[in-house]
């Protein structure tokens, strides 16, 4: 230990090194901008970009969805049928629910 001490310390007098050390480790942990920070940031940056594309693919399909349903009287009737279990007057309707073991 002692043997790397001595050969550090010659470094550790040179007022350049030390003082690029002191900003390295100013910039790296204790500035507004820091490394770390800056990881969490750009982190969080991918994280809402994947989640702006999967809501514009969501747009995407909804609207092909909401135009099948508002051009054709069909679908529209199909649609409430199966989501909203609806049903005509002289009609009868079960819901099947399958139970998980």
Known sequence: MKEIFLKIWPWLK???IL???VFAIWML????NNAVDRMKMSKEIRQLEDDRE?????IQKDSIR??????????LEKY???QFFMKKKNEDV?????EKE
């Open 14 to 16: 040179n007022k350049y």
């Open 66 to 75: 909401f135009h099948e349903l508002t051009t054709d009287q069909d679908n």
């Open 19 to 21: 003082t690029i050390s």
């Open 80 to 82: 409430a049928r199966e």
């Open 54 to 58: 999967y809501y514009l693919e969501q």
């Open 94 to 98: 079960f819901v099947v629910i399958e």
């Open 29 to 32: 942990f204790f500035d507004q």
